[in-house]
C-alpha cells in the first residue's frame, strides 16, 4: 500500500486548505483512514480519522473547523481545513489500516503565517 498525500502550502490565518491523499497497491476497501499531524517540537497527534463506514472522529483541536471525507471508490481521503490558525502549522500525514497493516504517506506541509 502506498500513500500519497498533496494539498500542503503556505496560507494565511483564517485560510482553507484541502488536503489530498489517494491509497494506491489496494484490492478491497481500506478500514480507516486518518490524517495525522506533527509540528516542530512536537509529537505526531491524530487530526481526524474515518472508517470505511463512515465513522468518523476529530481531535478537539479542530473540531469545527476541519471536516475528513473519503471516496471509497478512489481509494482516496480529503481533509478540508478551514479558519486555519498558526498552531494548526505542521507536517501532515495520511495514515491507513488495511488488512492488519499500517501505513504512512510522506507528509505535506502546511504553513499557517501572515
Known amino acids: 500500500v502506498q500513500l500519497q498525500a498533496s494539498g500542503g502550502g503556505l496560507v494565511q490565518p483564517g485560510g482553507s486548505l484541502r488536503l489530498s491523499c489517494e491509497a494506491s497497491?489496494?484490492?478491497?476497501?481500506?478500514?480507516?483512514m486518518a490524517w495525522y499531524r506533527q509540528g516542530t517540537g512536537r509529537q505526531r497527534e491524530l487530526v481526524a480519522s474515518i472508517t470505511s463506514g463512515g465513522s468518523i472522529n476529530y481531535a478537539d483541536s479542530v473540531k469545527g473547523r476541519f471536516t475528513i471525507s473519503r471516496d471509497n471508490a478512489k481509494n482516496t481521503v480529503y481533509l478540508q481545513m478551514n479558519s486555519l490558525k498558526p498552531e494548526d502549522t505542521a507536517v501532515y500525514y495520511c495514515?491507513?489500516?488495511?488488512?492488519?497493516?499500517?501505513?504512512w504517506g510522506e507528509g505535506t506541509l502546511v504553513t499557517v503565517s501572515s
Open positions: 497497491g489496494v484490492r478491497y476497501s481500506i478500514s480507516l
Open positions: 495514515n491507513s489500516y488495511y488488512y492488519g497493516g499500517e501505513y
